[in-house]
């Protein structure tokens, strides 16, 4: 894996806890992500409808509106279908992860959210590294 694997990556962080949002922005920004951050899904929102980013990022439980809200906003944007978006909470349990599927979540992790993890399910989603037949690397959303 590259030293910088998300190198220019846009990226929109969602999380209304402070000192998790400013952790998570540090270790993706150290990764080569472009990182726009949100305290909450209103002000994600807004972000998002300025400049699109490759993927959303997004706590589940936020002060505003919940991560669910945001989902559906964004998915009704005119071409952010193939946006990718990540949930992270503390709820583990099956149900729980089978609702948050059953939402549109393209992905979720479990706090505390470990950053090789998150790098990974993010090249992942965008195709990062993948050859597009022309040898160039990829940032796209897999089709749907």
Do not use: C, Y
Not at 88 to 111: C, N, Q, S, Y
């Amino acid at each position: 894996m590259p030293d910088r694997p998300l190198a220019g990556l846009p990226v929109i962080l969602v999380e209304d806890d402070d000192d998790s949002r400013e952790i998570l922005e540090i270790a993706l920004t150290a990764e080569g992500a472009s990182v726009r951050t949100a305290s909450g899904a209103e002000e994600a929102l807004a972000l998002f409808k300025a400049a699109p980013p490759a993927i959303v990022l997004t706590d589940l439980s936020l002060s505003d509106r919940d991560g669910v809200w945001l989902l559906r906003q964004i998915r009704g944007l005119p071409g952010a279908a193939g946006v990718p978006v990540i949930a992270w909470t503390g709820r583990a349990f099956p149900h729980e992860r089978e609702a948050i599927a059953a939402a549109g979540f393209d992905m979720h992790l479990v706090k505390p959210v470990d950053v090789h993890e998150m790098v990974a399910a993010i090249t992942a989603l965008t195709n990062i590294g993948g050859d597009d037949g022309d040898g160039a690397s990829a940032r796209r959303a897999p089709e749907r």
